[in-house]
C-alpha cells in the first residue's frame, strides 16, 4: 500500500523555549523567515504525502491561521504594489496538500498525539514528522523511508549517530544486523536511556514511518519516561510482533527543539537565505575576529 498521510504532533508544550511558548507553539518559530513546522509540511510534500494531520495543542490557531488565506493581508500586498511579498504569502497557502486539524487535549505524551491520528490514518502505513528537526539532503528523508517500505513493508525509524555524551537526550537502538547499507534489523528500543546503559549511539530521530498497528498498541502503552506515553515505547512492543526497522540518515540534521541549536540552525539558513547571507557572513566573520582576541 502506498504511503500518503503524515502526521505533524504540534501539542508539546515546548518548555525550552519559555517564555516564547507561552502562547505560541514552538513549531510556529521562524528560521530566518519561515516557521519550522512549514519546513516539515514543504518536506512532506516534496515526498508525495497527500494529506497531512496536524496534533494541535491549546495554543491551535497560529498554526492554522498560518497555513490559511489573510485576504486583508494579501490586498495590503497587491495595492502596495509588493507582488514578491504576496506571492511568498499565498505559497504557503497553495502547497498542494490537504492539511488537517485535531487536538490533543493534554500534553500526555507523543504516543498520546500520535493515537489522536487513528481515524485520520485508517489502516494505513504513514509517517510521524516532528517540528524539532530539520533535515537537508538531495532525497527528502521521509521519501527515503517510504523507499525503504516499498521494499519492506515494514515501520522504519529514522537514526543518527550521536555523541556518545548526548545519547540519554534520545530513543536508542540496540541495533541486531544490518540487511542492507543503512538499513538496520533492530532488537529493541529505548526511550532516554542512561549514557552507560545506552545499546548503541544511534538515536532516532524526528521521522518515522509506521504501520498502523501501532495505533492497538499506543491504545494500551502505559505512561512510561516522564510519565508521558512514550512513542519509543510503542515501537518497541510492536517491533516483538512485526520487524521494524532503523533507517540511518546520512544528510544532515538540524536540531531546532532547543535554544543552540536553534540558533545555529538560524545562522546555518541565513547563510543560505538570498537577503541575509552577505550581510550576515560579514558580520560573523567581524564578530569571530573580535571574539577570538
Ligand atoms: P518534545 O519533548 O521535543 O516537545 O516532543 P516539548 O515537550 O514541546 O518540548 P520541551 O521539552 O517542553 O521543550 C517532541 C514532539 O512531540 C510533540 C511536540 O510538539 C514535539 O513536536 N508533542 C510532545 C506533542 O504533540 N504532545 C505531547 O504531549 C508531547
Same mark, same amino acid.
Given at each position: 500500500?502506498?504511503? +500518503? *498521510?503524515?502526521?505533524?504532533?504540534?501539542?508539546?508544550?515546548? &518548555? +525550552?523555549?519559555?517564555?516564547?511558548?507561552?502562547?505560541?507553539?514552538?513549531?510556529?518559530?521562524?528560521?530566518?523567515?519561515?516557521?519550522?513546522?512549514?519546513?516539515?509540511?514543504?518536506?512532506? =510534500?516534496?515526498?508525495?504525502?497527500?494529506?497531512?494531520?496536524?496534533?494541535?495543542?491549546?495554543?491551535?490557531?497560529?498554526?492554522?491561521?498560518?497555513?490559511?488565506?489573510?485576504?486583508?493581508?494579501?490586498?495590503?500586498?497587491?495595492?502596495?504594489?509588493?507582488?514578491?511579498?504576496?506571492?511568498?504569502?499565498?505559497?504557503?497557502?497553495?502547497?498542494?496538500?490537504?492539511?488537517?486539524?485535531?487536538?490533543?487535549?493534554?500534553?500526555?505524551?507523543?504516543?498520546?498525539?500520535?493515537?489522536?491520528?487513528?481515524?485520520?490514518?485508517?489502516?494505513?502505513?504513514?509517517?510521524?514528522?516532528?517540528?524539532? @528537526?530539520?533535515?537537508?539532503?538531495?532525497?527528502?528523508?521521509?521519501?527515503?523511508?517510504?523507499?525503504?517500505?516499498?521494499?519492506?513493508?515494514?515501520?522504519?525509524?529514522?537514526?543518527? =549517530? /550521536?555523541?556518545?555524551?548526548? /545519547?540519554?537526550?534520545?530513543? /536508542?537502538?540496540?541495533?541486531? @544486523?544490518?540487511?542492507?547499507?543503512?538499513?538496520?534489523?533492530? *532488537?529493541?528500543?529505548? !526511550?532516554?536511556?542512561?549514557?552507560?546503559?545506552?545499546?548503541?549511539?544511534?538515536?532516532?530521530?524526528?521521522?518515522?514511518?509506521? &504501520?498502523?498497528?501501532?495505533?492497538?498498541?499506543?491504545?494500551?502503552? =502505559?505512561?512510561?519516561?516522564?510519565?508521558?506515553?512514550?512513542?519509543?515505547?510503542?515501537?518497541?512492543?510492536?517491533?516483538?510482533?512485526?520487524?521494524?526497522?532503523?533507517? /540511518?540518515?546520512?544528510?544532515? +540534521?538540524?536540531?531546532?527543539?532547543?535554544?543552540?541549536?536553534?540558533?545555529? &540552525?538560524?545562522?546555518?539558513?541565513?547563510?543560505?537565505?538570498?537577503?541575509? +547571507? @552577505?550581510?550576515?557572513?560579514?558580520?560573523?566573520? !567581524?564578530?569571530? =575576529?573580535?571574539?577570538?582576541?
Amino acid at each position: 500500500m502506498k504511503v +500518503r *498521510k503524515a502526521v505533524i504532533p504540534a501539542a508539546g508544550l515546548g &518548555t +525550552r523555549f519559555l517564555p516564547a511558548t507561552k502562547a505560541m507553539p514552538k513549531e510556529m518559530l521562524p528560521i530566518v523567515d519561515k516557521p519550522t513546522i512549514q519546513f516539515i509540511v514543504e518536506e512532506a =510534500k516534496k515526498a508525495g504525502i497527500e494529506d497531512i494531520l496536524i496534533v494541535n495543542g491549546k495554543n491551535k490557531r497560529s498554526i492554522e491561521n498560518h497555513f490559511d488565506s489573510n485576504p486583508e493581508l494579501e490586498q495590503d500586498l497587491k495595492s502596495t504594489g509588493k507582488i514578491e511579498l504576496l506571492n511568498l504569502t499565498q505559497e504557503v497557502t497553495d502547497l498542494g496538500v490537504n492539511l488537517y486539524y485535531t487536538r490533543q487535549p493534554y500534553p500526555a505524551g507523543l504516543g498520546d498525539a500520535i493515537y489522536r491520528a487513528r481515524s485520520f490514518v485508517g489502516n494505513e502505513p504513514f509517517v510521524v514528522m516532528l517540528g524539532d @528537526d530539520l533535515m537537508r539532503d538531495k532525497v527528502p528523508l521521509t521519501k527515503q523511508l517510504m523507499n525503504d517500505y516499498d521494499k519492506t513493508h515494514a515501520s522504519t525509524i529514522a537514526v543518527m =549517530k /550521536v555523541p556518545h555524551e548526548e /545519547v540519554s537526550k534520545y530513543g /536508542v537502538i540496540a541495533p541486531e @544486523d544490518e540487511i542492507e547499507p543503512g538499513l538496520i534489523n533492530v *532488537k529493541s528500543f529505548v !526511550e532516554k536511556p542512561a549514557v552507560e546503559d545506552a545499546p548503541s549511539d544511534y538515536a532516532i530521530i524526528g521521522r518515522y514511518l509506521l &504501520t498502523p498497528e501501532i495505533f492497538d498498541i499506543l491504545e494500551h502503552t =502505559k505512561p512510561g519516561r516522564g510519565g508521558e506515553v512514550q512513542l519509543t515505547d510503542a515501537i518497541d512492543t510492536m517491533n516483538k510482533t512485526q520487524r521494524v526497522f532503523a533507517h /540511518v540518515f546520512k544528510g544532515q +540534521r538540524f536540531d531546532v527543539g532547543n535554544k543552540e541549536g536553534y540558533l545555529e &540552525t538560524s545562522i546555518q539558513y541565513g547563510l543560505r537565505h538570498p537577503e541575509t +547571507r @552577505d550581510a550576515l557572513k560579514k558580520y560573523i566573520i !567581524e564578530l569571530g =575576529k573580535k571574539l577570538s582576541k
